[in-house]
C-alpha cells in the first residue's frame, strides 16, 4: 500500500514493487521542500537493495536535490526513472548521469532491478 507524506511545496510516495521500492515525489525539490524526500530515501536505502526514484512529476530540482541523489547512490542501488527535461539537464551538465542509472519509467526501473 502506498505510504504518502507532505512537505512544504513537496509529495512523497513510497511503494514495493517487483524487488524494488519506489520512492515517488511531486512538486519542487530544493533545499526548502527536501525533508520528506531526504527521509524517505535514507530510510528506503537503509533497508532495501534496490531503490527507484520516480521524478516524473517533478518539476524543479536543484543542486541540494543531485547532492541528495549521490549521496544515496553511494549506500543503495538508486534508478532515476522518468526524469523530466529540467532534471536531465541538471543531471546531464554536471556528469551525473553518467554515475546514476536512467530510466524512461519505474516500469523499466523495477524490471531491470528484477533481473
Known amino acids: 500500500m502506498p505510504q504518502p507524506s507532505c512537505g512544504p511545496g513537496v509529495r512523497v510516495e513510497q511503494y514495493a514493487r517487483n524487488n524494488s521500492w519506489v520512492v515517488a515525489a511531486e512538486g519542487d525539490l530544493d533545499a526548502q521542500t527536501l525533508a520528506p524526500l531526504q527521509h524517505?530515501?535514507?530510510?528506503?536505502?537503509?533497508?532495501?537493495?534496490?531503490?527507484?526514484?520516480?521524478?516524473s512529476a517533478v518539476t524543479f530540482a536543484d543542486s541540494s536535490t543531485l547532492n541528495l541523489l549521490l549521496q544515496i547512490h553511494h549506500t543503495t542501488t538508486l534508478r532515476i526513472a522518468g526524469a523530466q527535461p529540467q532534471l536531465l539537464r541538471v543531471?546531464?551538465?554536471?556528469?551525473?548521469?553518467r554515475v546514476l542509472a536512467l530510466f524512461e519509467n519505474p516500469t523499466d526501473a523495477c524490471t531491470a532491478a528484477a533481473s
Open 40 to 55: 524517505a530515501l535514507e530510510t528506503a536505502a537503509a533497508t532495501r537493495q534496490v531503490v527507484v526514484f520516480d521524478t
Open 91 to 97: 543531471l546531464e551538465m554536471t556528469g551525473a548521469d
